[in-house]
Nanobody
Framework: VQLVESGGGLVQPGGSLRLCCAA?????????MRWYRQAPGKEREEVAY????????KYADSVKGRFTISRDNAKNTVYLQMNSLKPEDTAVYYC??????WGQGTQVTVSS
């Protein structure tokens, strides 16, 4: 199992980023996927969830209405579109799969 995140970076408040997580080594279309984040000195927080077929999504209250999780099962990729970013969204973002599988993370920094 391999999960590789990309798309992080430095963005100004109010800006947007799209994170990608490329999955391999397992039947991606059979697994629910999640995005988490961890800010310095804080616990890891689940940000978004997507059902294996993409039919159900769930979000943390802190990102609801601003972030959108999606997936392309043909490309074995899950996405996190992040709009209206705030400084408090600054964190390392991870994608994850059931069974304790995590990517290496991608840094998102929201700052002017």
């Amino acid at each position: 199992v391999q999960l590789v995140e990309s798309g992080g970076g430095l963005v100004q408040p109010g800006g947007s980023l799209r994170l990608c997580c490329a999955a391999s080594g397992f039947p991606f279309s059979s697994y629910d996927m999640r995005w988490y984040r961890q800010a310095p000195g804080k616990e890891r927080e689940e940000v978004a969830y997507i059902h294996y077929a993409g039919s159900i999504t769930k979000y943390a209250d802190s990102v609801k209405g601003r972030f959108t999780i999606s997936r392309d099962n043909a490309k074995n990729t899950v996405y996190l579109q992040m709009n209206s970013l705030k400084p408090e969204d600054t964190a390392v973002y991870y994608c994850a799969r059931r069974g304790g599988y995590w990517g290496q993370g991608t840094q998102v920094t929201v700052s002017s």
